[in-house]
C-alpha cells in the first residue's frame, strides 16, 4: 500500500486539485448525496437519483465511441454532466452527439416513439465557451415560425463557470474552482473535497487512485510505442517491396494484407 505521507508528489497535486478538474469531479460525485446537491442547485429542483455512475462507457459499433464523466438517472430522465475547459471540449455537436448515443443506449426494439427517455446535457464549463456573459444557458429546440418549443425530450445546459456571482449558481461555481476548502460555501463540497485533501484516510485513497492511473498510463504508453514501432517496421517493408519489387503502393498494401480503415494512415507516412 502506498505510504502518502512520504509521497510529495502526489501530496502536493492533491493540494492543488478543484472540482472543475474532471478527474477530480469524477471521485467527488461518487458520492449520491453530494451529486444530487449539486444537481439541485444546477436544476433548481429536487431531485431523487435512481443510478449514476462515473467515467460511463457507452461503446458505438458503427463509429466513435464517449466515455461519460457522470451519468445520472432519476425517475424521469438521464443526465450526462461534463466539465470541459474550453469551446473544442464543449462544442454544440459534442452535445448533439452524446445525446444520439444516450437515445440509442436507453431505447429498445418496438419501444413506442414516446417511452423514449427525456435526457438533459450538463456541460460545466471554465470558460463562457457561448461567448455571451451569462451564467447559465439552457438550450431547447423550437419552432421557428412562432418560437414556441419543440418538445423532444432533450435538453442541453452550459455552466460558466467564470462567473461566481452572489446566487445559489454563483456560489457553487466558486467552489467548484476552489483549492481551499476553507474558502468553499457548500457544506456538502467542503465535507467530501476536505475528506481528500484533508484527513489521512482520503488521501490515501487519492494516492492509491492516481498510482493505478499512472501504472495504466504506463501500460497504454506501452502498448501506443508498440503499435507505434508496428507500424513504422510494417512502412518500411512497403517502401522495400514498392523499389525493389517495383509494386504499386495499392499492391503492398494488399500483399500485407492491410485492413481498408487503417490503408490511410500508411498512405500518409509513406508519401510524406
Not at 452535445?95 to 446535457?121: C, M, Q, Y
Request: charged share 35%; aromatic share 10%; net charge negative.
Amino acid at each position: 500500500m502506498l505510504v502518502c505521507e512520504r509521497n510529495t508528489e502526489y501530496l502536493d497535486a492533491i493540494s492543488r486539485l478543484r472540482v472543475i478538474d474532471d478527474d477530480f469531479m469524477r471521485i467527488v460525485f461518487k458520492d449520491k448525496e453530494c451529486l444530487a446537491q449539486f444537481l439541485e442547485i444546477i436544476l433548481e429542483r429536487s431531485i431523487e437519483i435512481i443510478e449514476w455512475h462515473v467515467q460511463y462507457d457507452i461503446n458505438n459499433i458503427l463509429g466513435r465511441s464517449i466515455s461519460i464523466d457522470v451519468f445520472v438517472k432519476d425517475e424521469d430522465h438521464y443526465i450526462n454532466i461534463e466539465v470541459q475547459r474550453d469551446y473544442t471540449g464543449a462544442h454544440p455537436r459534442r452535445a448533439r452527439f452524446h445525446g444520439s448515443l444516450i437515445d440509442a443506449s436507453t431505447s429498445f426494439p418496438k419501444e413506442e416513439w414516446k417511452e423514449l427517455p427525456n435526457i438533459i446535457i450538463i456541460f460545466i464549463t471554465e470558460e463562457d465557451v457561448l461567448g455571451y456573459g451569462l451564467p447559465i444557458y439552457h438550450v431547447h429546440r423550437t419552432i421557428e415560425e412562432n418560437n414556441q418549443i419543440f418538445d423532444e425530450g432533450s435538453e442541453i445546459i452550459y455552466v460558466n463557470a467564470s462567473i461566481q456571482e452572489e446566487s445559489a449558481l454563483g456560489r457553487l461555481m466558486h467552489d467548484f474552482q476552489c483549492r481551499e476548502t476553507r474558502e468553499m460555501h457548500y457544506e456538502f463540497l467542503r465535507k467530501r473535497v476536505g475528506y481528500f485533501k484533508e484527513t489521512e484516510g482520503g488521501r490515501r485513497e487519492m494516492c492509491e487512485i492516481w498510482e493505478e492511473i499512472k501504472q495504466k498510463g504506463i501500460i497504454e504508453g506501452e502498448a501506443r510505442g508498440e503499435a507505434r514501432g508496428e507500424m513504422k517496421g510494417m512502412v518500411k517493408s512497403i517502401q522495400k517491396l514498392m523499389i525493389k519489387k517495383d509494386y504499386t503502393l495499392e499492391e503492398a498494401l494488399n500483399f500485407f494484407d492491410i485492413p481498408e480503415e487503417e490503408r490511410p494512415i500508411y498512405i500518409q507516412r509513406i508519401i510524406s
